[in-house]
């Protein structure tokens, strides 16, 4: 069985969260609770559920992680992108964005 954690996208100002091992969420992934189970899967996303149903975030969903160091890393291109952040700064200029393209 493949790893993975809950990833979704709190309602408050949309950025990525990541369920913790204390059961909150957290932007960043390093603290975030890795699956061993698909049990342990189906907790998680029943957890990520109930904070979904109180309106904390929405879209929870599984992702596939490796660990390095014992710190988990999204297998995706996608997935890492949100991990660390968007490729452009938040409040960049048109100008600033072209100049990164």
Avoid at 5 to 10: E, G, I, L, Q, Y
Avoid at 23 to 47: C, K, P, Q, Y
Avoid at 50 to 76: F, G, K
Avoid at 78 to 97: C, D, F, K, L, M
């Amino acid at each position: 069985m493949t790893q993975q954690v809950v990833t979704a996208s709190r309602l408050r100002d949309g950025r990525a969260v990541y369920l913790t091992t204390g059961g909150t969420w957290s932007e960043r992934i390093a603290g975030s609770l890795v699956s061993a189970t698909e049990d342990d899967n189906a907790a998680m996303l029943a957890t990520a559920q109930d904070a979904a149903d109180a309106q904390h975030i929405v879209d929870p969903y599984l992702v596939e992680v490796t660990l390095d160091d014992a710190l988990p890393r999204p297998v995706t291109i996608r997935e890492q992108i949100r991990a660390n952040g968007p490729t452009v700064a938040y409040g960049a200029t048109p100008s600033e964005i072209r100049q990164v393209a």
